[in-house]
């Protein structure tokens, strides 16, 4: 299994501004997910974040709106920039477990409240 | 594009049997997972279909169909903890997830 802190829990930011959202795992790992999750809905996957290259963006989101790092194996960081109420939302970061894509871990999620 | 389809809600009164379903249009995957979700919590892992067939896990058994493009979770012996969403999922070097299904259960 894998630990994983995210941070912060939460936060209400001003509209125009940006969030970074941190995720440490408590072990190596090689890719790392990041989820939006509006409430009551499902989770929408932003972008696979692999160590020494850029993140993979699925479609509908872009780097310039959601840049993301990943600096070393047990960490990355999401970035939620020119923030909307449309942003507001759910951010979940997740891994895989020891046994390779069968099964995911997730932080306990980042609440974001866009005013 | 991947799509897995869920009912929205399903109720069932507690120690009974209830079998979520999970249909798809995507191919290319490794297996399906499930995955639980308490309000405010995050997801949790409940099974993994790698193959067709079904999978136990103690109380929650899970199955998966390719040539059908089908699978269910089945829940047994219902506690009220079990209220929850449910997702199904497919794994393909990313997981992709079901539009989830809210499980109520009535005492």
């Known amino acids: 299994s894998a630990v994983i802190s995210q941070k912060p829990s939460r936060d209400i930011c001003q509209r125009g501004t940006s969030l970074t959202i941190q995720c440490q795992v408590d072990?190596?790992?090689?890719?790392m997910f990041w989820y939006r999750q509006q409430p009551g809905q499902s989770l929408t996957l932003i972008a696979t974040?692999?160590?020494?290259?850029?993140?993979?963006?699925e479609s509908g989101f872009v780097i310039d709106k959601f840049p993301i790092s990943r600096p070393n194996l047990t960490f990355s960081t999401l970035t939620v920039s020119n923030m909307s109420p449309e942003d507001s939302s759910i951010y979940l970061c997740?891994?895989?477990?020891?046994?390779?894509?069968?099964?995911?871990?997730f932080g306990q999620g980042t609440r974001l409240t866009v005013v | 594009g991947q799509s897995l389809e869920q009912p929205s809600e399903v109720t069932a009164v507690e120690g009974a049997i209830v079998q979520i379903n999970c249909t798809y249009q995507?191919?290319?995957?490794?297996?399906l997972s499930w995955y639980q979700q308490h309000d405010g919590g995050a997801p949790t892992f409940l099974s993994y279909?790698?193959?067709?067939g079904l999978e136990e896990t103690g109380r929650f058994s899970s199955f998966l169909s390719r040539s059908d493009s089908y699978g269910y979770l089945l829940l047994q012996e219902l506690q009220m903890k079990d209220s929850a969403s449910y997702f199904c999922?497919?794994?393909?070097?990313?997981?992709?997830f079901g539009k989830g299904t809210r499980l109520h259960i009535l005492p």
């Open positions: 997740s891994v895989d477990g020891e046994t390779g894509n069968t099964e995911a871990f």
């Open positions: 072990s190596q790992v090689t890719m």
């Open positions: 974040a692999n160590q020494g290259s850029e993140a993979t963006y």
């Open positions: 995507t191919s290319g995957f490794y297996g």
């Open positions: 279909n790698g193959l067709d």
């Open positions: 999922a497919v794994n393909m070097g990313k997981i992709i």
